[in-house]
């Protein structure tokens, strides 16, 4: 790649991050293109699809929660690493739109997104199974669950982060102390089947 091209691309890169994190991951085009100072045809040259910019920006975003997973999951404390990675999770959300577009997959995903986004379930299917293990998270919490909160918490978190950007924190701690083993009374409805949260996860958004 020429020096002028290269320089172009990461122009582009630095401007996506900056706008997707702003606006969402519909964030315009345009609007990436007008900040790195080239033309859309530029972008386009660089990135033929949106789904390919986005490839090329958040798999060094989802590194960092794949760090925070596996932290948790070295805490010898299950509770307090399902809620470290809990919060982890939510403070980066609360850090980029564009991420808590993808994470709540309120826009459609890439293969590549979509594998990063399964990947995190496995990481918190794994820190539910330590911590209903110790007793310390109620016993009828499922993955699901989780899902659920992250559609919940994602929108708590667009409401608010203008006026009030840590307000998403109070929430999730109501959320932490609902969820524990001691606090626990029962709920009439059954979390979502594995089979019903692939149809919810892999179903057109609206």
């Known amino acids: 790649m020429r020096a002028d091209a290269a320089r172009n691309r990461d122009r582009l890169l630095s401007a996506a991050s900056e706008v997707f994190a702003e606006r969402g991951l519909d964030a ?3 609007e990436i293109a007008r900040r ?3 033309s ?3 972008l386009y040259n660089h990135f033929p699809t949106r789904e390919s910019l986005c490839d090329a920006i958040f798999p060094a975003r989802m590194a960092v929660l794949d760090a925070a997973a596996q932290s948790a999951l070295a805490d010898p404390d299950a509770w307090s690493g399902f809620a470290s990675f809990t919060e982890a999770l939510f403070a980066l959300h609360a850090e980029d739109r564009g991420l808590n577009d993808a994470l709540a997959q309120r826009v459609p995903l890439s ?3 979509l594998e990063a986004c399964h990947r995190c379930f496995g990481y918190v299917e794994q820190l539910i199974d330590r911590a209903r293990s110790a007793g310390s998270l109620r016993h009828d919490f ?3 669950d989780f899902a659920a909160l992250i559609w919940a918490m994602s929108q708590v978190i667009r409401e608010t982060t203008a006026v009030a950007p840590q307000a998403w924190r109070r929430t999730l701690g109501f ?3 609902g969820v524990r ?3 626990a009374h029962p709920v009439p409805e059954p979390p979502l089947t594995p089979a019903q949260l ?3 996860l892999t179903g057109p958004r609206r």
């Open 175 to 177: 959320f932490l102390d």
């Open 198 to 200: 692939a149809a919810v």
């Open 36 to 38: 790195a100072t080239v």
């Open 142 to 144: 499922a993955v699901s």
């Open 111 to 113: 293969p590549t997104l």
């Open 181 to 183: 083993a001691d606090a």
């Open 40 to 42: 859309i045809g530029t």
């Open 28 to 30: 315009p085009l345009e």
